[in-house]
């Protein structure tokens, strides 16, 4: 819709923004209202049908948190799903605007802003599709949960270019037509889970449950009700029998996640129930047959542990009748690029951004940098990349990388100081060095800019 025919609501406690933003908006858009409280937006919201919404991320001064500007994004989205909501940042809250963005916001702004910025933002949000929530994420995401009840795994895109990744398909896609045991080994974020999926896809049981279970996450005591179920007073909490996973995984695929985690003794039940291909719920005494196939994942070096008699050697016979190896992904080069482009377009469209494209001075940087945490740390890299650019093509400022990549990454897969550094390098560039211009840009004062100057050696 054209921004002539919009109406817009601004909320923001600070009424110099809300003058000068209505002052600059009632130019263009067919109304704009303004309100400082903001619990006056859902009476607000449910009386007039605003097209988009500029809404302050924090309203309690001092307070960065974001949480308001999330309650009422989420209040906003309930009341009308189909409003453009854009949030109002201040410099530093970067990651919360993308947090905002995964909520449901359709764009978000810096404050203090640049006019012909905002309105290019406000015209843009009101020419994307439906809210992203209401238009891709439920949609996907209530697929998936669907098909997850079903313990149907949602059919994933195994990107493979590489020699070694098209190697491990092939044998994989061989191996799923057998019903034999397999062990699938790689450092964190390789796709373990996505192979053990895609041989239950290709395999005869692909109707069946596919159940995955995440050893590293069970405590010992609840290791054997939860994998072989248990009957109604078998301890205190037992108020009426269950199955186990096992026998939830029937005719299917059970798939043991972190299997190098277990410790002794339960690796010793599990290798019981393997051989006797039985499971016998916790305070019955009557075995259930098996009809499971049982894939294993770890990324723990597993012969090693054995040598080291911390991993039973006769159960890793059991489980390893075919053994396949996801190399990491700074070993298979070919995968990078694709994989960065399968998920940018994947992005961009769930998140109506304008990037269409990823220069090659990125995707070098990207050969160049060592992934520590492979796959899922490329995602999560290019997604925050496609939010936060402005651009149609990634530049290699838009990744944020740690820069040597010898580390695991933050917890985030982010780094925020990294992200400080370039944000200021850019805007002194685009101020040709003037600091009260790029301070104003940054939303800091002369002096904190100077602080972060200094303090990253610009
Ligand atoms: N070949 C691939 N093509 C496309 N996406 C992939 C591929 N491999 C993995 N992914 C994606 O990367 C993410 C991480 O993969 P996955 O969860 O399977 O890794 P994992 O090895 O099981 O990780 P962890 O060791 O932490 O459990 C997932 O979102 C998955 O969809």
Known sequence: MLLSEAKILIIDDDVDVLSAAKLLLKRHAKLVDIEKNP????????????????????????????????HWLDRILDINPKTKVIMITAYGDIEMAIRAIKAGATDFVLKPWENDKLL??????????????AATGTANEEKTKEDSKKGKPSADTIIASSDS??????????????????????ENGTGKTQLAKHIHQHSKRADKPFVTVDLGALSETLFESELFGHVKGAFTDAKEDRAGRFEEAKGGTIFLDEIGNLTLPLQAKLLTVIQERRVTRVGSNKPIPLDVRLICATNMNIEKMVEEKVFRQDLLYRINTIELDLPPLR???????????????????????????ISSALIKKMQQYNWPGNIRELQHAIERAVILSQEKTLQPDDLFLKSSGGQASTATGFDLEDMEKTLIVK??????????????????????????MEKYGL
């Open 39 to 70: 619990q006056k937006l859902p009476f607000l919201v449910t009386n007039n049908d605003y097209n988009l919404i500029l809404l302050d991320m924090n309203f309690t001064r001092d307070v960065n948190s974001g949480r308001e500007g999330f």
């Open 165 to 186: 990744m098209k190697q491990v398909l092939h044998t994989s896609e061989r191996v799923a037509a057998t019903d034999a045991n397999v062990l699938v080994l790689g």
């Open 120 to 133: 290019n933002t406000i015209e843009a949000a009101l020419q994307s599709g439906a809210s992203l929530l």
């Open 427 to 452: 805007a002194m560039k685009r101020f040709n060095g003037n600091i009260t211009d790029a301070a104003r840009e940054l939303g800091l004062s002369r002096a904190a800019l100077y602080r972060r």
């Open 331 to 357: 070993e298979r080069q070919e995968d990078i690029a694709v994989l960065a482009d399968f998920y940018l377009k994947q992005f961009s469209k769930k998140y109506n951004r304008p990037v269409t494209d």
